[in-house]
Structure formats: C-alpha cells, structure tokens
C-alpha cells in the first residue's frame, strides 16, 4: 500500500529482498543489521495492501513463547510506526493467542513453535477464515532442523486466489555456523528460487554511534565473534562458555522456587542489566530481565518499579558502583554489592558450569548473550584461552552475580536451599 511504505523508513540494502518473489528468501546477517525490522515492515506494508488480499502470514521460531517479545512486538512496533495512533482503524491486534489481522484486507498473522512434534503437527493444520497461507517468516531460523523447515514448506502449496500472490518462505539468521544446514540448502547451492542475501550493521543507518563502538570492541577482543556478529560471515563460535541451557516456557511465580533474587549489572553505553532468577532443586531459572541502554540510574528504578520488580527480594549489584546501589537502597530495594574477591569470574563460571539454567522466552537478551559468551582465543596459538570475552556479557555479568549466594555456601534445610550466609549478612533489612 503505497500509503502505508511511505509513513516507514527502509535500509536501501533490503530493497531488492523486499522485491523478490523467489520461494526461499534467505537473510543473513550480523546483529543489528536491520533484518527483523525490515522483514516486520514488509510484511505490514504487503499485508495491508489490497493488491495481496488473500495473503496470510505464519510467523515461527523454534519456541513459541519467543515469539512475542521478537517477532510479535516489531510487527505490532511496525504496524503503529505505520498506522499511527489510530492504527486500531487498520489492524486488530490480540493477545491470548498472539495474532494480528488488517481491517483493510481481512489478512491475519498468526505465531508458532516448531519445538516438538505436537507443535510440528500443529502447524501442518493451520487454515485462515480468508484466503490462503501465502508467506512463512521463520526468525532466528538457525535454531530450526532442516526437517522443521521441510514440514513448513510443504505447507505452501495449491492454486492461489489472486494472481498478485505468491508463495514464499523467509529466513532471518545470524550465520552462526558455516557448518549449519541453512548455508547448504540456500547458499551454496544455487536456484532460481532462492534469494539468498546478507547485510551488516554498517549497512543500517539507523544504527546508533554508541552501537558502533561497542562493534569496534568485540572486533578487537572477540574477532571470531565480530565475524559472524559484527560482518555476518559464516562462522564459528568456538570456546562457547555455557551449553547447559534450555529456553522454555516455565511458571515464574515466586511461590515455586526455593528462593529468588534479582541480580543486577550497572552500564549506560553498555547494556544494564536486571535478572530476576529462582533456585529450584539446585537448578537455576532465568525468570526475568530489564535490558537497557542509555539510561540513568533514575530511569531504570522507574522503570522497575512500573513493571512492578518485587522490592522484597535482594538483590545482588556491581560491587564497582556503590553510589548506584545507593540509589536503589534508597528506592526501596534491598541492593547491595557482590563481594569480589580473586578468581571470583572463574567461580562463578564453575558453578554456572555446574547446574542446569532454565531461561524463559521472555528473556531474550539473555538468550542472545549466553549464546555467544566464550572464551577468548589467543591469536597466536588458536587456543582458548582462560578469560571470557568481555563484550555482549551484560546478562551475562548478571548471571554470575546471580549465583553468589549459592556459591557461598548454601544452607541446607531437608535438601533444598532456603537461604544463604551471604543473604542473612545483609544489614539492616
Ligand atoms: N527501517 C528501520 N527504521 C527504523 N529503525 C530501524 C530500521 N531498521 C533497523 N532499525 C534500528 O536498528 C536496530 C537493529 O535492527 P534489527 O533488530 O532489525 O536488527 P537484526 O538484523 O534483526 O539484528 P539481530 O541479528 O541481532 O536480530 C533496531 O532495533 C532499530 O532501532
Ligand atoms: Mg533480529
């Protein structure tokens, strides 16, 4: 709808991607390259525009509950940058289950996982009240099987209702691995119907300064990351720290843990990071997390207390920023600082190392850091060596303070952990 493109800004680099009627559009690139927000745009534009009446669009990522702070939220962020305020005249938008559908043309979209063969069944089910399922988004596909992908693709298929309409699946990926079956089945193998593309954060000029400082570091610290992350090349990322996670939909309510804490890292340029984290049985749930850049101590206590962070749980700071915890102690928390002492990044690791880390869809600057966390190569020897990588660890810096009190000594009580040495310390409360 010509309308509708002209209200949204678009990276000149997608135009051709934008354009391609080809089956498999495959996008790869680095963080920050503008892919999500493209695709989210394109969609909208497309979905809103008569011309495809009788296009339906299925979203998909591995988990289903990611879906709605990823994909979800930039279609709905695309949708208003679009429509504006009275965006509810063009597009209902509904929660429970996530869909979306344009007033205009009658075209839905709807989410889901590709996690278990329940899931997998589902998808093969999948009808629209108008039209057909015309167009497939898979995001974040390198967490997909090949197999996943061939269960979708079968899905579009038959005589479509509009000559303007056509069948396409796209792919949105950071290339992770030059090893994955997504460079295979459409890289290195060449067809007509496959688009295959890549971009970079220095392509989307809508990047921020500060976003490409941050870049500049990972290049000198971390070049294997920066390859993948920072230029979109297909790699590898060697040395990962922590593989014993899973990302899963589970309860977050304070009353099934054994005990629960917030643990915070402080940063303005860098990512500060709130983590709200339970203890089960010895295990670790990632309940919760605030990520932002660029604001001050004050913005972020608003911001925690509008979402309501439960103010009686500790929680575990940045021993470097006292005034910080200040701040928060007088907001009500119950802050205080990580005792450091030497070698403690590696005890945490260990014991990170050492338990099995639940993290919930919602937490996905988590699951975007610990994805990457490794450890630093020597580039001269190509070995790992013994120190993380410090960048992109924000979340990740969170979640070594978060385990403090348990490292320190649990205290047992029939087999569960109630409390801590380290908890019972704290003055005042
Ligand atoms: N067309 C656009 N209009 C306005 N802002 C944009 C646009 N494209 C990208 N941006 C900005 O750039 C940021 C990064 O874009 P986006 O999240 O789409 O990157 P990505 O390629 O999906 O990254 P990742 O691989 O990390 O998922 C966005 O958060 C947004 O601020
Ligand atoms: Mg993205």
Wanted: hydrophobic share 35%; proline share 4%.
């Amino acid at each position: 709808m010509a309308m509708a493109e002209a209200r949204v800004q678009f990276n000149v680099v997608f135009k051709e991607a934008n354009r391609t009627r080809r089956r498999y559009r495959a996008m790869k690139g680095s963080a920050g390259s503008g892919k999500s927000v493209n695709v989210a745009q394109d969609y909208i534009v497309k979905l809103s525009d008569p011309k495809y009446k009788g296009a339906n669009l299925l979203v998909v990522r591995k988990i289903d509950a990611s879906n709605k702070n990823s994909t979800f939220a930039e279609l709905t962020a695309a949708i208003v940058r679009i429509f504006g305020s009275d965006y509810d005249r063009y597009w209902r938008i509904k929660l429970n289950p996530l869909e979306l559908e344009c007033k205009i043309t009658g075209s839905q979209i709807i989410f889901r996982g590709m996690k278990d063969m329940n899931e997998r069944e589902k998808v093969k089910s999948i009808n629209f009240p108008r039209g057909k399922l015309t167009w497939i988004w898979v995001e974040e596909a390198t967490e997909l099987q090949e197999a996943d992908v061939d269960i979708l693709d079968d899905r579009l298929r038959g005589i479509l209702p509009n000559p303007n309409l056509y069948y396409q699946m796209t792919f949105t990926f950071n290339p992770v691995s030059a090893t994955h079956w997504i460079k295979r089945k459409y890289f290195d193998y060449k067809s007509d119907d496959i688009f295959a593309h890549h971009s970079t954060y220095l392509t989307n000029r809508f990047i921020d300064p500060a976003y490409h400082k941050r870049m500049m570091m990972r290049k000198e610290q971390d070049p294997e990351g920066y390859e993948i992350y920072g230029l979109g090349n297909w790699g590898e990322t060697g040395g990962v720290i922590l593989k014993n996670y899973v990302v899963e939909e589970f309860d977050t309510s304070f009353s099934r843990f054994d005990s629960m804490h917030h643990a915070q890292d402080f940063g303005y340029n860098h990512a500060n990071c709130i983590l709200t984290v339970g203890f089960k049985d010895g295990e670790l749930f990632v309940c919760n997390e605030i990520y932002v850049h660029e604001m001050d101590t004050a913005q972020i206590i608003e911001m925690a207390n509008r979402q309501g962070l439960n103010k009686r749980l500790f929680m575990y700071c940045d021993a470097a920023e006292p005034d910080r915890i200040q701040m928060w102690q007088t907001a009500g928390y119950r802050a205080f600082k990580v005792i450091k002492e030497p070698n403690s990044v590696h005890a945490q690791i260990d014991y990170l190392k050492q338990i099995k880390i639940h993290i919930h869809p919602s937490c996905v600057n988590t699951t975007k850091e610990i994805q990457q966390w490794s450890w630093r190569k020597d580039p001269k020897t190509g070995l790992y060596l013994d120190e993380p990588v410090e960048v992109f660890d924000d979340a990740m810096a969170a979640l070594r303070y978060s385990v403090e009190p348990m490292r320190k000594k649990p205290v047992r009580m029939s087999g569960n952990v109630v409390g801590t040495p380290a908890a019972q310390r704290i003055p005042k409360w």
